[in-house]
């Protein structure tokens, strides 16, 4: 919601300012006169668009924080307190971001908002699979306890992003590393060394010469490459805004050797996880295929969940819906057809998302085992070409005296 200035005078005529968040100037005006403020100005605050960005981007509310929220709300209504209470103890913790959004969320509550209703107003907060979970809880009176098991959720789900996070550590420093150092070498000492052979007249070889054209180019036309990668960039980003071009990529990532493999994999456990929570708060499985779609960040496993969905509807069994796309696994199928039998599908799916979490981190390491000797590999055949380029012309250079 939009942030308000105001200057008003208090119940002793005295000046006061300060800010104000609603949703428009007349509700702004509404709040300040409930708490005794007469207000005489009020403007909304506008904020520098590259500041804002950058705002939001390093103040972004993290999936531990959203966790921690979760918890003390379920723990708090769990032992009888009511939700306004709860609310107005959470909205004096965390970063501010999220305090902002609390108070936000209490207010509207008191005015006779749901909270499911009053969270959907902060989707880059609360998911829609977050919200549909507390309009579940809601519609059966469970709330504290669908609190709990969306909190239980998010820890799983920030354990298993922390460690796809480490496992990509130290690969992802290496290779920063290494093309920090080859920047170096390209813009600050090969050209200090082409000054000095330059003195000698000296007939460079073949590698040298190589490594001195890709210096010299990389000081002076420094532009076109940061052009360049700018282009891809803008580029990559175009076409991943089209659907066309977003399947191609989404495709192409599947077809990588292991990255592929293993994206697939999380993404399934991310889906089968929040399918299954879905279902055990009641929600309809049609509704909780498409909700659960949105976890995917896969455009290809997306539209498979919502064709199946809409396979769902007309009648047909979601085990065979998912068995005649090829781009799900067969054992997929083969254990959702266990839980139709069996009429616990919330159950099979969790071990399911058990499953390919444990397939994901045993994929992690053998990642992880696999890229350290390439990386290795690679790191020794650049630094022996840089050494052997560097070498000739002095061991020439010294040879000719």
């Known amino acids: 919601m939009p942030l308000y200035l105001y200057k008003a005078k208090n119940e002793k005529s005295l000046d006061v300012k300060g800010s104000v968040e609603a949703k428009d100037k007349k509700t702004a005006v509404a709040i300040l006169k409930e708490k005794g403020l007469f207000c005489y100005s009020i403007q909304e605050k506008t904020d520098n668009p590259l500041l804002l960005f950058i705002f939001r981007f390093f103040k972004k509310i993290s999936i531990s924080e959203i966790s921690t929220f979760t918890r003390q709300l379920s723990t708090m209504m769990n032992a009888g307190l ?80 922390a460690k796809i996070k480490g496992a990509l550590l130290y690969p992802t420093i290496i290779v920063v590393g290494m093309v920090g150092v080859m920047a170096i070498m390209m813009i600050f000492v090969i050209p200090k060394m082409t000054s000095l052979y330059s003195e000698f007249d000296a ?29 891809v960039g803008y580029i990559y980003k175009m076409a991943y805004a089209t659907n066309r071009g977003r399947e191609k990529i989404d495709m192409f990532k599947f077809k990588i050797p292991i990255f592929g493999k293993l994206q697939k994999q999380v993404a399934l456990a991310e889906l089968t996880r929040t399918l299954g929570l879905l279902m055990g708060a009641g929600v309809s499985i049609t509704e909780g295929l498409v909700i659960s779609s949105k976890t995917a960040n896969n455009i290809i496993i997306q539209d498979g969940i919502v064709n199946a969905a809409k396979q769902v509807e007309k009648g047909y069994p979601l085990s065979s819906a998912i068995t005649e796309n090829p781009i799900f696994p067969s054992i997929l199928g083969q254990m959702l057809s266990v839980g139709e039998e069996t009429g616990k599908m919330d159950e099979v799916l969790e071990k399911i998302s058990r499953f390919y979490q444990s397939d994901s981190e045993e994929s992690l390491k053998g990642l992880a085992t696999a890229i350290e000797p390439i990386i290795m590999i690679v790191l020794g055949v650049g630094v022996g070409f840089l050494i052997i380029a560097i070498i000739m012309p002095i061991y020439n250079l010294t040879s000719q005296f």
């Open 82 to 161: 009511p939700l306004t209470e709860a609310l107005v103890i959470l909205k004096s913790q965390g970063k501010e971001q999220m305090m902002r959004a609390t108070d936000s969320i209490l207010r509207d509550v008191e005015g006779g908002l749901t909270l499911s209703d009053a969270m959907a107003k902060y989707p880059a907060i609360f998911s829609s699979v977050y919200v549909a979970l507390v309009k579940a809880g809601e519609s059966a009176g469970v709330l504290d306890t669908i609190l709990a098991r969306l909190a239980d959720n998010l820890e799983t789900q920030r354990e298993f992003q």
């Open 203 to 231: 007939k460079m070889p073949a590698m040298t010469q190589v490594l001195l054209d890709i210096s010299s180019f990389s000081v002076k036309f420094w532009w076109i490459i940061l052009l360049i990668g700018i282009g």
